[in-house]
């Protein structure tokens, strides 16, 4: 499970047409982590 805001115009992006974009943070070392919710939420829930 991740976190996707679907919302977006769709284009390309290296070729590939994207519909979505997928959050994720960066740490201190540089690695990139994907944000997920601790728990089961409902499809379409508000990020606050």
Same mark, same amino acid.
């Given at each position: 499970?991740?976190?996707? !805001? ?5 284009? #390309? ?5 994207? %519909? ?8 201190? #070392?540089?690695? !990139? !982590?994907?944000? %997920? ?12």
């Amino acid at each position: 499970m991740g976190v996707f !805001v679907l919302n977006l115009k769709s284009r #390309k992006v290296m070729g590939i047409e994207s %519909q979505c974009m997928i959050l994720a943070a960066e740490d201190s #070392k540089g690695d !990139v !982590v994907i944000l %997920q919710p601790e728990r089961e939420i409902e499809t379409g829930s508000k990020i606050r």
